[in-house]
Every structure is written in C-alpha cells, then in structure tokens.
C-alpha cells in the first residue's frame, strides 16, 4: 500500500513537500516514482528514483524545481517541490512501477 500526504493550496513561486508511505513491501529493494495527472488530462510521469536512492531521474517539466528522495529506514519516498508553476496543479501519486501500484493521490494545487 502507498499513502501520499502533503499537497494542499500554495501560490505561484511556492513550495510543497509531498510524502509517500509504503507499506506491504520494502521499497529498499525498488524504484519508486511519482505520477501526477490534471483534469482532463493523462498521467504523467514526474520523477523515478532507484532502490538504493543514488540515481534520480525527473520529467524535463520539473528539472531543477523538484527533487525526489526516499529513506528506505522509514519506507518512506518524498518529493519536494520548489517553484511551483500553475501548470503543476494535478494530483500526485505514489508509483511503484514494478507491480503498477499507486496510491490514492494527493492534491496540489497551484494559485494566486
């Protein structure tokens, strides 16, 4: 099971760190990435990173704004995203691409 929290309402220019809770599986042993999808719009891919966290990987969207990270301690997989851009707005997801699991999503909302 995947569990994303963190999104929420921010302004142009602003910052969110979203969390991804695993659980059912330890993802020191994956990749992990993060999905968003906007209304009216397909997934897309947003950042990957592998098991033992040394290479990362980002949508050439976000390069330089987002930064993908895990702690494999805490099962734990993070995005922090820096500069955010109305075109952001989406949900975020939680991805395993190995066995496609993806979380519930949470919701970012970028706004003046």
């Known amino acids: 099971q995947l569990v994303e929290s963190g999104g929420g309402l921010v302004q142009p220019g602003g910052s969110l760190r979203l969390s991804c809770a695993a659980s059912g599986f330890p993802i020191s042993i994956d990749s992990m990435s993060w999905v968003r999808q906007a209304p009216g719009k397909e997934q897309e891919w947003v950042s990957g990173i592998n098991a033992d966290g040394r290479r990362r990987s980002y949508a050439d969207s976000v390069k330089g704004r987002f930064t993908i990270s895990k702690d494999n301690a805490k099962n734990m997989v993070y995005l922090q995203m820096n500069g955010l851009k109305v075109e952001d707005t989406a949900v975020y997801y939680c991805?395993?691409?190995?066995?496609?699991?993806r979380g519930q999503g949470t919701q970012v909302t970028v706004s003046s």
């Open positions: 991805f395993r691409p190995s066995t496609s699991l």
